[in-house]
């Protein structure tokens, strides 16, 4: 079930794939260095000037996809998502989580950097809630019941520091209809037992006409 917007089918998924990741590394280290960077103002005001331009050429080369249109890169449903502000390996935003099923459920590794900051040095709380939201996620598509969260409570034990590798698990604890419960932690990977971050979701499994209703793009095959 998927209905790409269809770029370059001349070229492999994995090629095409790994041009999405390529440049999505170099958008992740213009961000973090951008972010931190001390350089006086005429040399941001430079590198403005020259990042319109990049902009220009790529918005020159190609159409850009329409919102909601299904990348050519992706999966859905399904756990690839080339531009998932969490796992997305062509997203500037992400950081990106890598996901693998383990542990009862799934297990994310990532480290955040500056582009995640809320407390100096520590995590915004809202991007810790993303990650278990996602991660949570994912456990649904594992245990074959992919949904959309409902209801997601979290608990920050202490906070999550920056340039740190992070452990993210998370587990479906029961399922009752179309309602799918869930449970994660945000860790430091030195200390997987120790959760810095708790959370617990709802997910609701969607019915086809809903599905068909809110992903219109989305043909069954
Ligand atoms: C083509 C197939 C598509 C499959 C879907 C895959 C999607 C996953 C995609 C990629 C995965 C990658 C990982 C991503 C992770 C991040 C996930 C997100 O960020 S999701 C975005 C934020 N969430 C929303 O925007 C939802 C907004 N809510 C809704 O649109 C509706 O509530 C919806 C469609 C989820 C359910 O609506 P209704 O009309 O189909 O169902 P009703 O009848 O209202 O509820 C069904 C059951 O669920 C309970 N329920 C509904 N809302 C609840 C709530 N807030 N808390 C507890 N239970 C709730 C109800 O009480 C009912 O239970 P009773 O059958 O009566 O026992």
Redesign the pocket.
């Known amino acids: 079930?998927n209905a790409p917007s269809s770029t370059a089918p001349e070229l492999s998924l994995a090629s095409r794939r790994a041009a999405v990741t390529a440049l999505g590394r170099e958008l992740r280290a213009l961000t973090e260095a951008a972010l931190a960077t001390t350089a006086p103002p005429e040399a941001l005001h430079d590198l403005a000037d020259t990042l319109r331009d990049l902009t220009a050429r790529l918005t020159e080369a190609a159409p850009r996809r329409p919102l909601g249109d299904v990348p050519d890169v992706d999966e859905?449903?399904g756990?690839v998502?080339m531009f998932?502000p969490?796992i997305g390996e062509g997203s500037p935003l992400a950081p990106p989580v890598r996901v693998t099923q383990g542990d009862g459920g799934v297990v994310g590794l990532c480290t955040l950097g500056v582009a995640h900051e809320g407390p100096p040095g520590y995590a915004h709380g809202g991007f810790s809630a993303m990650l278990l939201?996602?991660l949570?996620?994912?456990a649904?598509?594992a245990a074959g019941r992919?949904?959309?969260?409902?209801?997601l409570t979290t608990r920050y034990h202490r906070p999550v520091p920056l340039g740190t590798p992070l452990r993210i698990h998370a587990r479906v604890t029961d399922t009752?209809?179309?309602?799918v419960h869930v449970s994660g932690t945000v860790s430091a990977a030195h200390d997987p037992d120790t959760a810095l971050v708790s959370g617990e979701a709802?997910?609701?499994?969607?019915?086809p006409a809903?599905?068909?209703a809110?992903?219109p793009q989305?043909r069954g095959d």
């Open positions: 079930m859905f449903p756990a998502r998932s969490v939201d996602e949570m996620g994912h649904c598509i992919p949904g959309m969260t409902t209801g009752d209809g179309r309602k709802v997910f609701v499994t969607l019915d809903r599905a068909r809110l992903f989305v």
